[in-house]
């Protein structure tokens, strides 16, 4: 039996009065990568915003329910708390176009205000770069702006900036869609990687992703989760139709 | 559950955009107060009236807006051929490329020099010229009034329409452009009756924001009106506008009512380029969502 | 169809003769205050002050300190709120109060600089039974105020929301994430909507005339007269004097100069504080 991280109890999302997500209940394990999957619109991105409290950021978008962290309820706890202990990368990479490399991924201290000396804000920088497998590239350029980077450069700078504070869990929303199939291949690699030290959960319309990289799939279907497990048995042996069918390619 | 500091922000950007309405307020609240005694004095012959006599505490200011009319009109007229002109060509003939970049610089270094300057520069050169033309024309050679104040105004109006103009004419879409081209057409073809057609509106916009900048001028027009409280029988005649009698009389006025009167101008003033610039305004930004 | 292309030629060739005729007053002025002003301009000139009629000479250091003490505190009142009302309107988009702070602002914009002379009279002048440079400065900043406002939201308008969100998903407070993250991306905008702010009223005179109403003397006070290029240019070019006048062309040598300075270090600030996004 694997230890959980995260555990939602009876999840809803609305936006307005759109009820975005049903009742949802899953247990993300320890240190391993949990895809989640589903058709557009089915609330994957929304699953993946509550677990940041990012969701709530959108005029009119409302959380009901729990979602328990180590045991604690984060809508119980500050947003601002969760979000440095859930780092999160997003579809299109977003360094901040007014900062240098170093600065973008100690980006989380120097906004929060974190006061850290210089040599613990370089070894910050250098194991960060190394976790998300960008630092040989850049090492001898990182006062440069982090926007002249190539898509899947400035993609591993984003997660180098998450992983810098640290955080239990790395969200990742459909990371790999706007680069070229070599960038993510290498991005796959690095989650892999990963791993043994954070607990990953990631978004993706590319099933074949989910299935290369993945440890559990869990299949969301308009806003139900529909079956959740581990990757091997979702992909051979679906207990649903439905997540056959998505993942036949019927519909999607 | 948002922190102390995130609220303290918050409040202080809702204060400073407060701040912004509260000033408009303000000043529509001050100038209508300021205004009552003159409104309350002369009635509706305040609009109506032509005789604008301080001292015996007459102040109709018909010819103030007589005055302030004919020259923002005249401006636009002179200025039109040139701001068009100066707009299709860098709107169509030259889009890119160092000629278009200079010229566009010219019009902003334009649109920069102070209204004084321009004024001075009229009194200066362009009186004595007018004076030398209304000798010949044997009409008498004040130099000064709304035919010279005109001139200047529509050097100054020139670049701010030639702007706008030229942004909407480049707002056209290129397959228009190309259609017409496709059927054989010149490129005046294309521009009379492909990009002209669809422009238009919004050149009738920034015409009427050019309008409402000339309406609103005063130091120019201050300097080389003429001064003069009577409706103008000629072009050539000194004058006043709204805009020159409040720059001219404001620090004269001696009593109350005299400046209750002025106020009542820049009143009916702001009113009316307000409204002009709204009008212009409203159509610009349906054009920019279409 | 050579009737058709000998039309086409005659109305670009016309075309070209009327924008030619249109940057000519720019010419004919720039060259005739050159002509007239640039002689008098030295060092006297510059660092000066007035002399009685009668006496040449003099200069004009009263109005050129004038000029930036009374633009200094405009500046001062109009950048913080002009800058917090932007992000305001830029932050919330839509709504019925951020229409209202629209609509005062185009009217804030179309107001004629001559009334916001009267306003700053009626609210400082007349309470304070004296002509004031900062009251004057009060005018000039309302007319300053639009502009800010409306570059500083047009600025931070295009910013991506993905930077914001980037920078919430670190944990960063809102007040941390508009002030360190959406400002400096936005920056170049803004401090180019400022500079076009400081150049439109650097050379204003209408709000001037009676507010700041000018001064002889240099004058530190804010709560006395102040003198300032426009208002001398204006007193002196209507002065029967020749010396004045060939003064005011001077002092127009020096405003225009001013203005263009910084017409052009808001284009070069453009580049220089760009963000690429």
């Known amino acids: 039996m694997e230890s959980n991280i995260i555990t939602t109890r009876r999840l809803r999302a609305y936006y307005g009065f759109d009820l975005i997500l049903k009742d949802i209940d899953i247990s993300i394990p320890r240190n391993r990568i949990t895809a989640i999957i589903g058709p557009s619109g089915c609330g994957k991105t929304t699953l993946l915003r509550c677990f940041n409290r990012l969701h709530e950021l959108t005029p009119g978008a409302k959380i009901e329910g729990k979602i328990l962290l180590e045991g604690n309820d984060i809508l119980k706890l500050n947003p601002i708390e969760v979000r440095r202990k859930i780092g999160m990368v997003f579809q299109k990479p977003n360094p901040f176009p007014n900062m240098s490399i170093y600065d973008n991924v100690i980006a989380g201290y120097k906004l929060n205000g974190t006061k850290q000396s210089k040599e613990k804000l370089d070894e910050i920088v250098e194991s960060s770069l190394k976790k998300a497998g960008l630092w040989n590239e850049v090492k001898d350029s990182l006062y440069k702006k982090g926007i002249y980077l190539s898509g899947g450069q400035q993609q591993r700078l984003c997660i180098a900036r998450a992983l810098a504070m640290n955080p239990e869990v790395l969200l990742l929303d459909e990371p790999t869609s706007a680069l070229d199939p070599k960038s993510s291949a290498y991005i796959e690699e690095v989650l892999v990687e990963l791993k043994k030290t954070v607990t990953i959960i990631i978004v993706t319309h590319n099933i074949a992703q989910a299935g290369r990289i993945s440890d559990y799939t869990a299949f969301l279907y308009l806003g139900r989760l529909i079956e959740f497990g581990p990757t091997e048995k979702v992909f051979t042996a679906p207990k649903n139709l439905q997540t056959e069918r998505y993942l036949s390619g019927k519909f999607g | ?29 001050t100038l209508f107060i300021n205004s009552l005694p003159v409104l309350k004095h002369m009635g509706v012959s305040f609009i109506l009236s032509s005789d604008w006599d301080p001292v015996n505490n007459k102040f109709g200011i018909l010819p103030f807006l007589v005055g302030t009319l004919i020259t923002s009109f005249l401006s636009l007229l002179i200025s039109l051929p040139f701001s068009i002109s ?15 970049i200079f010229l566009q610089n010219i019009i902003d270094l334009m649109a920069g020099i102070p209204s004084v300057i321009y004024g001075f520069w009229g009194l200066l050169v362009l009186v004595p010229i007018v004076q030398k033309v209304e000798i010949k024309l044997n009409i008498i050679p004040y130099g000064v009034g709304i035919f010279t104040a005109s001139i200047v105004l529509a050097t100054m109006v020139i670049p701010y329409t030639a702007s706008i103009a030229r942004e909407v004419i480049s ?89 209750s009167a002025l106020i009542g101008v820049g009143l009916v003033l702001f009113m009316v380029t307000v409204i002009i610039n709204y009008a212009g305004r409203y159509i610009i930004k349906r054009l920019e969502i279409k | 169809m050579k009737k058709r292309l000998v039309i086409d030629k005659v109305l670009f060739s016309l075309i070209i003769l009327f924008s030619f005729i249109t940057i000519m007053p720019l010419f004919l002025i720039l060259v005739y205050i050159i002509k007239e002003g640039i002689g008098i301009v030295n060092w006297n000139f510059l660092t000066g002050l007035p002399k009685p009629v009668g006496e040449s000479g003099g200069g004009i250091f009263n109005a ?24 305001y309107l830029s ?37 304070m039974k004296a002509f004031s440079a900062f009251s004057g400065s009060v005018a000039l900043a309302i007319m300053m105020l639009p502009v800010v406002v409306y570059n500083t939201e047009e600025s931070l308008k295009i910013i991506p929301y993905s930077l914001r969100e ?30 076009i702010g400081i150049s439109r009223i650097a050379g204003e005179t209408a709000p001037l005339l009676f507010t700041a109403f000018g001064s002889p003397h240099v004058n530190l006070n804010p709560l006395k007269p102040m003198a300032s290029l426009p208002l001398l ?36 600030g453009t580049k220089r504080w760009k963000v690429t996004l």
């Not at chain 3, 988009?93 to 916001?116: H, M, Y």
């Open chain 3, 166 to 195: 980037a920078a919430f998903a670190l944990g960063v407070p809102y007040y941390k994430v508009i002030l360190k993250v959406v400002i400096p991306s936005g920056l170049s905008g803004i401090i180019t909507g400022i500079l």
């Open chain 2, 86 to 100: 100066t707009a299709i060509l860098l709107g169509e003939y030259l889009r890119k490329g160092r000629m278009a």
């Open chain 2, 1 to 29: 559950m948002e922190g102390i500091k995130d609220r303290i922000f918050r409040f202080l950007i809702f204060l400073c955009a407060s701040t912004v309405i509260l000033i408009a307020a303000g000043m529509c609240i």
């Open chain 3, 64 to 87: 050129i300190l004038g000029t930036a003490i009374i633009c200094l505190m405009a500046f001062f009142m109009a950048v913080p709120i002009g800058v917090g009302a932007g992000i």
């Open chain 3, 233 to 268: 240019i204006f007193n002196y070019a209507l002065s029967p004097y020749p010396e004045w006048i060939k003064q005011a062309w001077g002092a127009s040598v020096i405003l225009c100069f001013m203005i263009f300075l910084l017409n052009l270090l808001s284009r070069i």
């Open chain 3, 91 to 127: 932050e919330k988009k839509e709504g019925r109060f951020v229409e209202l702070v629209r609509i005062c602002i185009d009217i804030l914009q179309s107001a004629p600089s001559i009334v916001l002379g009267i306003i700053a009279y009626l609210w400082l002048v007349k309470p």
């Open chain 2, 171 to 259: 707002l056209v879409p290129d397959d228009l452009r190309e259609a017409g081209y496709a059927l054989g057409a010149t490129r005046w073809e294309v521009i009379r009756c492909i990009v002209i057609p669809h422009a238009k509106t919004g050149i009738f916009a920034g015409v009427l924001l050019a309008f409402g900048r000339a309406i609103g001028e005063t130091m120019a027009v201050t300097m080389i009106i003429g001064n003069r409280n009577q409706i103008p029988k000629s072009i050539f005649a000194p004058a006043n506008t709204m805009a020159s009698a409040i720059a001219n009389q404001f620090t004269e006025a001696t009593s109350d009512i005299y400046v």
